[in-house]
C-alpha cells in the first residue's frame, strides 16, 4: 500500500483537484454545532496558517480524486466559499467572486467546465442550488434528509457572512463614502483565512486501499456509526455495474424510512435488532465485524433486500400509527402499550413476529396473542415491579425471533409462540411484587411522571367493566376522588390521593363540575348522571386513605389474575 501526505491549504487543495464522494460516504449531516465550530477555526485563524484536520482521498485520474475521510469538513467549507462568492455578488464586486467561484467550478483539460466537488447522494441539488453561481435551471427539486442539512447549512453560513456584512451598516465610526470599501476589505480578510486553513492531505493509489484505511480509521474512534461501516461492506460487495446505483438507492430508502419515522429509532438500532432477530445477539460494538464474516458477496444482496423489507415492519413496531389496518388495531394498541413501558428488550421477537405474519407464516390472531403476552408480561414485569433482568430476558427474546425466523411452517411456528409465552408466563412477578408496585404508581398536578402509565391502566379496567363514555378516549381527563386540594390536610398525602385506587376516567366537562366537591357529594353527582364509575367508589359509603389502599390492592389483585393475565 502505497500512502503520501502532505501539508497543504485550502486553496491549493481545491485549485487542482476534482474531488468526489464516493456512494460508500455518509450523507451530508453536520448539525449547526459542527459548522459553528469550523467558523470558529475561520475567525480564529485571522488570515494566517491554521490546521483543522486530515483529509484522506484516493486517486482515480491524475487530477481527480475520492474522499475517504473529510467529507464532511470539504463540503462545509465548499458552501462557505459560495457564501463568500454570493456576497461578493450582491456588493456589485463580479471579479471577486468570480475568484472564489473557480475553487467551486472550472474548467476540467477537456476545457469544460466542472465543480470541484462532485457528489452522488445530492445531486442534482447541491449543484444546481448552491454550488451554481447564478440562477438554476431546474427549479422545482427534492429536498430529502441531506438536501436539507444542505440547505440548512447553506442558510447558517450565508447568515454568519451577511452578519460580517451589515454590521459595517451600523457603525456610526464608518462613514457612508467608505462603507462599500470597508465591507470588500472585511469578505476579503474573510476569504483569506478560510483559503489559508490548512489540512494533512493524505493520497491512497487505489480503491482497495481505500476501504481499507476507511475501515481502520472508523474502528479506531472515529465517529462513523456501524451504519456506515455495513454500508460500506454491500457497496464493496455490490458494485454498481450500470447508470443506477441499486445499493445507493436501496440503502436511501432504509436510512429515509427511519428518517421519517414519528418514533426515535436510529439505523445502528434497527442493524442491531434486525441482526438479533435473525442469527445470535452481538453487542453493537461487534456487531460490523459479525455482519462482515457472514455477508459475502454471494447473499450481500439477499441481505440487502430483507433490510429493506424490515425497516418498515421495525418502523411500524415502534410507530403503531404506521402501517397497521382496523383489523389490526389490537396488535397497534399492545405496541402503543410497549412504547409507554419503554421497554427495548422485545424488539427482535417482535421484528420476528411481524416478519412471520407479513410472511403468512402466522395468522393475525396468534400474532395478536404473542403481542398481548409481551404488553402483558412487561405490564408487570417492567412497568409495574421494575424488575431486572441479568440478560437472560434479552437472551429469550433474540432466541425466539431467530427460531421464529428459521421456523419452516405454520405449525412450527406456532409451537414456537407456544414455547415462548410459556416462558413469559413462568417469568411473571407474583401476585405480591404486583400489589407493592401499584401501591407505587402515583399521579398527581405536581408528580406526572407517570401520567402516561396511569392513563393506560385506566382504560384497561374501564374497559375490563365495560364502562361507557360520550367521547373518545383521548378526550378522557383523570379524576381524583379525593381531590388534590385535600393533600397536606388530615392523613392525606400526595402519596394517597394520587394512588391508583382514588384514580378513575372521565370526560373534562364532569371532571370540572366535580372539581372539589365532597366524596358524597360526587357520588351523588355521578350516580344521577348514571356515570360509569369503579365499583369501589360506587359500593363504598367513606372515602379515606384506608379505603384508597384497599381499592389499590384490589386493583392490582384484578390486574394480575385477570386483566394482565398470561
Not at 90 to 103: K, N, P, S
Not at 191 to 216: C, G, H, P, Q
Request: hydrophobic content about 40%.
Amino acid at each position: 500500500m502505497k500512502i503520501e501526505s502532505e501539508d497543504i491549504d485550502i486553496e491549493n487543495l481545491l485549485a487542482g483537484r476534482f474531488f468526489n464522494i464516493p456512494r460508500f460516504q455518509r450523507p451530508y449531516s453536520w448539525d449547526d454545532e459542527n459548522i459553528q465550530d469550523l467558523w470558529d477555526d475561520v475567525m480564529g485563524a485571522k488570515g494566517e496558517d491554521y490546521f483543522i484536520g486530515s483529509m484522506v482521498v484516493y486517486r482515480e485520474g491524475k487530477q481527480e480524486f475520492s474522499v475517504v475521510d473529510g467529507q464532511q469538513r470539504l463540503t462545509t467549507i465548499t458552501l462557505l466559499l459560495c457564501a463568500m462568492r454570493d456576497a461578493f455578488a450582491v456588493l456589485g464586486e463580479t471579479d471577486l467572486a468570480e475568484g472564489i467561484h473557480q475553487l467551486v467550478e472550472r474548467k476540467n483539460r477537456s476545457n469544460k467546465n466542472e465543480y470541484v466537488l462532485r457528489t452522488e447522494t445530492s445531486f442534482p441539488y447541491l449543484q444546481e442550488k448552491i454550488l451554481k453561481f447564478g440562477d438554476p435551471e431546474i427549479s422545482t427539486l427534492p429536498e430529502l434528509v441531506e438536501e436539507q442539512a444542505l440547505k440548512r447549512a447553506m442558510k447558517l453560513l450565508t447568515e454568519k457572512v451577511s452578519s460580517l456584512v451589515q454590521a459595517i451598516d451600523i457603525d456610526a465610526s464608518i462613514t457612508d463614502d467608505d462603507k462599500h470599501g470597508v465591507k470588500v476589505d472585511r469578505l476579503i480578510k474573510l476569504r483569506e483565512s478560510v483559503l489559508n486553513l490548512k489540512v494533512i492531505f493524505v493520497k491512497l493509489e487505489n480503491e482497495d486501499d481505500a476501504y481499507l484505511i476507511f475501515e481502520t480509521l472508523n474502528t479506531r474512534g472515529k465517529d462513523l456509526a456501524v451504519t456506515d461501516l455495513v454500508k460500506n461492506h454491500f457497496t464493496k460487495l455490490l458494485k454498481s455495474k450500470g447508470a443506477v446505483d441499486s445499493v445507493k438507492l436501496k440503502w436511501g430508502g432504509i436510512l429515509e424510512s427511519i428518517y421519517e419515522s414519528a418514533a426515535d429509532i436510529t439505523s445502528d438500532a434497527f442493524l442491531y435488532h434486525f441482526w438479533a432477530s435473525r442469527h445470535e445477539s452481538s453487542p453493537v460494538k461487534k456487531l460490523y465485524s459479525v455482519v462482515k464474516k457472514r455477508v459475502d458477496a454471494k447473499n450481500a444482496r439477499s441481505y440487502l433486500d430483507a433490510l429493506v423489507r424490515d425497516v418498515e415492519f421495525y418502523r411500524a413496531i415502534h410507530e403503531p400509527s404506521f402501517m397497521w389496518t382496523k383489523n389490526e388495531k389490537r396488535v397497534a394498541a399492545s405496541l402503543r402499550a410497549i412504547q409507554v413501558f419503554r421497554v427495548v428488550q422485545p424488539t427482535p421477537a417482535l421484528l420476528s413476529l411481524v416478519r412471520a405474519y407479513k410472511d403468512g407464516k402466522i395468522k393475525l390472531a396468534k400474532l395478536i396473542e404473542a403481542v398481548e403476552a409481551i404488553e402483558r408480561f412487561h405490564f408487570t414485569f417492567t412497568a409495574i415491579t421494575s424488575s431486572r433482568s441479568s440478560g437472560g430476558i434479552s437472551g429469550m427474546y433474540s432466541s425466539f425471533g431467530r427460531k421464529l425466523f428459521e421456523a419452516e411452517d405454520s405449525n412450527q411456528a406456532g409451537m414456537e409462540i407456544k414455547s415462548f409465552i410459556q416462558k413469559l408466563r413462568e417469568r411473571r412477578p407474583s401476585v405480591e411484587e404486583v400489589t407493592l408496585g401499584f401501591r407505587d404508581v402515583i399521579f398527581t398536578n405536581s408528580t406526572t411522571k407517570q401520567k402516561p402509565l396511569v392513563r393506560y391502566i385506566l382504560r384497561k379496567f374501564a374497559e375490563q367493566d365495560e364502562f361507557k363514555f360520550a367521547g373518545d378516549w383521548d378526550d378522557l381527563t383523570i379524576e381524583h376522588v379525593a381531590p388534590q386540594a385535600l393533600i397536606g390536610t388530615d392523613s392525606w398525602s400526595e402519596a394517597n390521593v394520587g394512588q391508583l385506587g382514588n384514580l378513575f376516567l372521565l370526560d373534562p366537562k364532569k371532571n370540572g363540575e366535580l372539581a372539589n366537591k365532597s366524596f358524597a357529594e360526587k357520588k351523588n353527582i355521578l350516580s344521577a348522571g348514571h356515570y360509569s364509575v369503579p365499583r369501589a367508589l360506587a359500593y363504598t359509603e367513606v372515602w379515606n386513605p384506608d379505603t384508597v389502599r384497599s381499592h389499590t390492592d384490589a386493583m392490582a389483585v384484578m390486574a394480575h389474575d385477570v386483566i394482565w393475565k398470561i
